[in-house]
């Protein structure tokens, strides 16, 4: 099966520096890798996601690399703002397994 | 469109008690998914139905645990009896299409705690 593999499992960082979260997964057939992030009380919501047809992909301060050879993709938020705080969980969705998150908290 | 609904949002209930969550996916999901959460194992999936039918139930735990999808709309994930390691936030999501292709539109959970 699907082992997926977060790092790191927690994340302090600065107002306005960046943050950058990795994940690696272990089945070469998985071709969508979705990024969720959970609030205090509430379901993950997705946020980004990537399809393993593309290396990169940008949605404002926020962006995902994938690299299908080494099996990883990474999880890039610049600019952080205080409400990024949150845990936030990758997934390689080709047998709905996910990586065990990474809490962020972003100081002001 | 009103997201995935799950109720209750906070459950408290003695151990060997019958405990039923609910759900309401996104209506034309295809896909239905029961997780647990907790600290120690992070998000696991317990069960997935496609078309109401279950395909995979080898995440749920142990017999005390049933799942059941009587129509599209609803789904029921129920524990009898309870024990207190069953204490945890329970999640529904739903999705479109094919499984694994698509993103998970998650409920904002059950958290469930047996006394």
């Known amino acids: 099966g699907e082992n997926v593999e977060q790092h790191p499992s927690t994340l302090s960082v600065q107002e306005g520096d960046s943050a950058v979260i990795k994940c690696t997964y272990s089945?070469?057939?998985?071709?969508?890798f979705p990024w969720y992030k959970q609030e205090l009380g509430k379901g993950s919501q997705l946020i980004i996601d990537i399809r393993s047809n593309v290396g990169e992909k940008k949605d404002q301060r926020i962006a995902v690399t994938l690299n299908k050879t080494a099996k990883h993709f990474s999880l890039h938020i610049t600019e952080t703002q205080p409400e990024d705080s949150a845990v936030y969980f990758c997934?390689?969705?080709?047998?709905?397994?996910f990586g065990a998150g990474t809490r962020l908290t972003v100081k002001p | 469109d009103a997201g995935v609904i799950q109720s209750p949002r906070h459950e408290v209930t003695e151990m060997g008690q019958e405990v039923t969550l609910r759900c309401k996916p996104i209506s034309g999901h295809d896909y239905l998914f029961w997780y647990r959460q907790t600290m120690m194992r992070g998000l696991e999936l317990l069960i997935y139905f496609n078309n109401n039918v279950p395909i995979d139930d080898s995440g749920m735990p142990e017999d005390r645990f049933s799942a059941k999808m009587p129509n599209a709309s609803f789904s029921t994930l129920k524990i009898q009896p309870s024990e207190p390691r069953d204490s945890a936030v329970y999640f529904c999501?739903?999705?479109?299409?094919?499984?694994?292709?698509?993103?998970?539109?998650f409920g904002d959970g059950t958290r469930l705690s047996i006394l």
């Open positions: 089945d070469s057939a998985s071709n969508y």
């Open positions: 999501a739903s999705s479109l299409e094919k499984r694994g292709n698509q993103p998970q539109h």
């Open positions: 997934a390689a969705q080709g047998d709905m397994r």
